[in-house]
């Protein structure tokens, strides 16, 4: 996925809205109607939401007979998540340096030359 992909996909999915329909998507693919049910929104402002859905490769929607349904790229999603595993590990690779770095500032390794017991005055 390159770099102008992978920013619109999460431009798209940065809004809630586009989020919860690609979650009913997972359920399987549906038409326009069915996907604004539940909102107190247009028919055309659903469908805008899924214009970006859609140029951002999340969904598809194809021709079948009458219906237009919407369908989940599922692939793109895998892309995403594999982009974010990639990241995260990196950082968690650091996070582990980092506190080992810490471990060994908070329990230094004893020296190999005895401390002396003098006095602190010195030497008599």
């Keep these: ?26 359920l399987g693919d549906a038409t326009v109607g069915e996907l604004a049910a539940p909102y107190d929104m247009s028919l055309q402002a659903v469908s805008k939401h899924l214009t970006v859905l859609e140029s951002a490769g ?25 982009w974010i595993d990639r990241h995260r590990a990196a950082a968690e690779a650091r996070y582990s340096r980092l506190d080992e770095v810490l471990q060994q500032l908070e329990d230094p390794v004893p020296s190999s030359t005895p401390r002396s017991t003098d006095s602190p005055e010195g030497p008599p």
């Design 58 to 82: 999340l969904v598809t929607r194809r021709r079948d007979a009458q219906r237009r349904p919407v369908h989940l790229d599922a692939e793109v999603l895998g892309e995403l998540t594999d």
């Design 1 to 26: 996925m390159d770099a102008d992909s992978l920013s619109r996909a999460f431009a798209a999915l940065a809004d809630p809205t586009r989020r919860d329909l690609l979650s009913r998507l997972t």
